[in-house]
């Protein structure tokens, strides 16, 4: 892969630790890349493999790029604000619900469920409308 654990990665929890990057894995083979570069260990969760590639360049763009690159018809705030609304997408793509030790109220996970995936609906439709929108 060619990412690797970065700043961004390691402030939502995942670090070298992480399965994906785990040296433990360095002799399965499946983490092994193929003739063609591809690390099979990628696609047992690509949704989670492109997530974490997309929120760490969303990131760096947002840190480094931003001011560079400001849509037509939005305002600079604007701009940060949809893209920070794409940034907690793919982060919700990333990381695990964590619930809390003990018994939870079924309506209540599916309530969070629920809203949890309108926040990623909404970043993702931001970032399909506004994907050739990210350059400076």
Not at 40 to 56: K, M, Q, W
């Amino acid at each position: 892969m060619i990412l690797k654990p970065n700043k961004y990665l390691k402030a939502i929890g995942i670090d070298e630790n992480y399965w994906l990057f785990n040296k433990e894995n360095a002799d399965d083979p499946r983490y092994i890349p193929d003739e063609d570069g591809f690390v099979d260990a990628e696609h047992f969760d690509l949704d989670t493999s492109i997530s974490l590639y997309i929120y760490s360049q969303l990131c760096y763009f947002r840190e480094y790029c931003l001011k560079y690159s400001v849509p037509m018809g939005l305002t600079l705030e604007q701009w940060k604000d949809t893209i920070d609304t794409m940034i907690k997408a793919f982060e919700l793509m990333i990381v695990e619900d964590e619930v809390p030790a003990g018994y939870e109220d079924p309506k209540a996970r599916k309530y969070r469920s629920k809203n949890k995936q309108k926040k990623i609906n909404r970043g993702f439709r931001l970032f399909m409308y506004f994907y050739h929108s990210l350059w400076y």
